[in-house]
Each structure stands twice: as structure tokens, then as C-alpha cells.
């Protein structure tokens, strides 16, 4: 079995519900407590933590460590690093949980900062390509977004994100590889609560470097599919799709679902696609897939479904991302999805939560 195969255990959707509440309960009486004044302080100060967090990864503090006690001059000089001031991070860290001082001067990784070494499941990519690259120039200009309603990409980078991605080779490995560890962390739920028995061909729109798509035909033996990105995105797809031993059955497709024709199938997967674009672009494109699709094929949209309410879901911070990132893309509720479903012709058939804080969403033609 190789790296790429091994997934972590899912917790049942259920218990992962009743853990949520139990958070949700606990952060409520804490914040009832404590001053208002000082829980907004507290809560903005996020940026600290999740800032020395990436600089962690950046200078390969978990791995320097690995299993060993080593002293703050050590981990510098291995990170490059001016020790003092590395002391000073890592003790800050200490307190998070990540890393461990364990007599003045030493640390050790935790469970925590284990989480940060280059090991399956891990996120460092994403983490630094939230907080060291791309999307850490975006976030800065959230004002912007919300005073003009408009994508802050485009005023920072005089382009949309996808292209300024293309135009920056290094900041593009980075998100590739951060697209294809927030997957990998995903596969495993959608894998458990999805049965792809019934389809024939998959089609992964927008599929990245192909990670989902392979995790799926690795747990369906019979399945076939067909990963389907911009160019400059499938580079590394041909090589993951041996590492997950599914290369026979996988058809690599370079194109754009905007200008290029659509290859036929039984069913179509859509994760974190729709969520980039506004409902009109949506609808096109939707009926494109609907063009596509065998008369009983399926289209299967993974994204966030944002409730109705006003609790806390990972889906309505994620919404502020499409905000600022995007042209007038957004998060979703149930009967945003439904509008935009019946007006390419399809009909939403059901929506499927997992354990991560995305759901599919399956649609049939009407
Ligand atoms: C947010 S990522 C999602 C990647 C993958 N589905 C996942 O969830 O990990 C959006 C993907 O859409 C692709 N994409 C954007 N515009 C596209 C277009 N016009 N044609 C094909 N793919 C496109 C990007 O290259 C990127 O891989």
C-alpha cells in the first residue's frame, strides 16, 4: 500500500454532529463570562497564532525536530534562523499546544506540531498558502470587498485569481498542492458517504491534480474516470494517478469547462467549483454539464451548504473567501443550489452531509 492510500479513520456523521453542539455549547458559556470587550479582542487576535503557525512550516520546525529534544541553537541553525527570536516563536507556540518546552531552551513536537510535518493527511501547503502567499495578499484587502462589493483579486493582481495563478508558477506548485491536501483530507468522508456503485465514468470537473477522483476509483474498482483542468493544473496528474495505482483507468483531459466541449458521461463531479462563480456563470455551465450527461446521469456538486440560521458554520467564513477572492462568487444554501439546479435542467435529488463541512449535493435531469 502505498503513501497516498492510506486514509484516516471518518468518525460516524452523527458524532461528528454531537461534537460540533458540544463545541457550539461550551464556546457560548465561556464568551458569557468573559467582558465583551475582551472576547472580541481575544477572538481578533487569531492572526498571531495563525501567522507563527505558517511561519512553523515554512522553516521545517516539526520536521528539524522530528522525534527528538533538541535545543533552540540547534533548531536554528537548521532552519537558518536567528535563535533568539526563534526561541521566541516556538515558546509562543508552546502555549498553543504546538511544540513543547521541555526544560528552558528545548522542544519537542507534540501531537499537535506533529500535524505539521510532511506526512499523510497533513496541511502545510494550505497553511502556507493561506498565510505566506496568494491568498494572505487577498485577505489584507477584505475592506476593499466589502465597502466596494468587489472581487479584491482583481484590484490586487489587475486579474482574476485562477490567471494571476497561471502567471506566477510558484505561488501556483503552492496552491496545487494545497488543493490536493484539503482533497485528500476530504476523500475519505466523501468516499464513506457516497456509493458510486451505479456510475460507469466520473468525470472530475475542475478536478485539480486529480487526488479525489483517484481516491474514489481506488475504493470502486470498476469505476472509470476522467480528471478535467486547465493545463498548467494537470502537469503532476498523470504521476499521481500512478502513485494511487488508477492510471489504466483514468483519462487525463487539459481544457476549459468554459470554452472546451465536454466529454460524455453518466455522471459528473463538481468540488468547489460552482462556489467561485455567480449564479448566471453557474446556470452556463451547468447546462453544459446537463449537454453532456446521459439522460439518467448524475451531477454530483461537493461545496458547503450554508443554513438558514446564524450559527457558526465553517461554510459562512469560507463564503468570505469567495468573496474577496472571486468575481461574485459565494457559498450556497439548499434552495440557492435548487434555483440554480432547475434553471439548467436538473432537479436536486437529495443532499448528503459528512463529516467534513462539505456536503454533495445530487443532481438528476428533470
Ligand atoms: C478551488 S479549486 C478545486 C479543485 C478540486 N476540485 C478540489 O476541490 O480540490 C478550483 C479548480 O477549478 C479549476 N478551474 C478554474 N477555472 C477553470 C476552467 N475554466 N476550466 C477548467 N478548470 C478550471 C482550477 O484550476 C482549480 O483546479
Known amino acids: 500500500m502505498n503513501k497516498q492510500q492510506k486514509m484516516n479513520p471518518v468518525p460516524p456523521v452523527r458524532i461528528f454532529s454531537i461534537t460540533n453542539k458540544l463545541r457550539g455549547i461550551f464556546k457560548k458559556l465561556y464568551y458569557a463570562f468573559v467582558p465583551a470587550n475582551m472576547a472580541v479582542f481575544e477572538k481578533s487576535q487569531g492572526f498571531w497564532t495563525a501567522k507563527a503557525i505558517s511561519v512553523a512550516c515554512e522553516l521545517n520546525l516539526a520536521e528539524i525536530l522530528g522525534d527528538e529534544k533538541r535545543s533552540v541553537n540547534e533548531i536554528a541553525k537548521k532552519a537558518s534562523a536567528d535563535a533568539s527570536a526563534l526561541y521566541r516563536l516556538m515558546r509562543a507556540l508552546a502555549g498553543e499546544g504546538i511544540f513543547k518546552e521541555t526544560e528552558t531552551g ?20 494550505m ?34 485569481i485562477f490567471t494571476h495563478l497561471e502567471n506566477t508558477p510558484e505561488k501556483n506548485a503552492l496552491y496545487n498542492k494545497a488543493m490536493t491536501e484539503t482533497s485528500r483530507l476530504s476523500s475519505t468522508s466523501m468516499v464513506a458517504a457516497y456509493s458510486f456503485r451505479n456510475i460507469n465514468t466520473l468525470v472530475d470537473l475542475g478536478g485539480g491534480e486529480g487526488m479525489l477522483l483517484y481516491a474514489i476509483l481506488q475504493k470502486n474498482e470498476k469505476l472509470k474516470g476522467v480528471l478535467f483542468d ?25 481544457g476549459s469547462f468554459f470554452k472546451d466541449k465536454l466529454p460524455v458521461s453518466d455522471a459528473y463531479l463538481l468540488k468547489n467549483i460552482l462556489h467561485a462563480f455567480d449564479d448566471e456563470t453557474c446556470t452556463t455551465l451547468l447546462k453544459k454539464v446537463h449537454n453532456a450527461l446521459d439522460q439518467k446521469g448524475k451531477i454530483l456538486v461537493i461545496e458547503t451548504v450554508i443554513g438558514e440560521d ?15 477572492g472571486t468575481e461574485n462568487g459565494k457559498e450556497r444554501t439548499k434552495n440557492e443550489f435548487r434555483s440554480i439546479f432547475e434553471t439548467a435542467g436538473f432537479r436536486l435529488n437529495r443532499v448528503i452531509k459528512t463529516v467534513s463541512p462539505f456536503c454533495i449535493v445530487e443532481g438528476v435531469k428533470k
Do not use: C
Open 310 to 324: 446564524n450559527k457558526y458554520e465553517f461554510g459562512k467564513m469560507f463564503d468570505l473567501q469567495m468573496l474577496i
Open 106 to 125: 528545548y522542544f519537542k513536537n507534540t501531537h499537535l506540531s506533529n500535524a505539521l510535518k510532511e506526512q499523510p493527511g497533513h496541511l502545510k501547503n
Open 127 to 160: 497553511i502556507m498558502h493561506q498565510l505566506n502567499s496568494t491568498n494572505w495578499e487577498v485577505v489584507n484587502e477584505m475592506k476593499h470587498s466589502v465597502v466596494s462589493g468587489e472581487n479584491a483579486a482583481q484590484k490586487l493582481f489587475g486579474t482574476d
Open 230 to 254: 486547465l493545463s498548467h493544473v494537470v502537469t503532476t496528474a498523470a504521476q499521481l494517478a500512478k502513485d494511487y495505482d488508477v492510471e489504466k483507468r483514468v483519462q487525463i483531459i487539459p
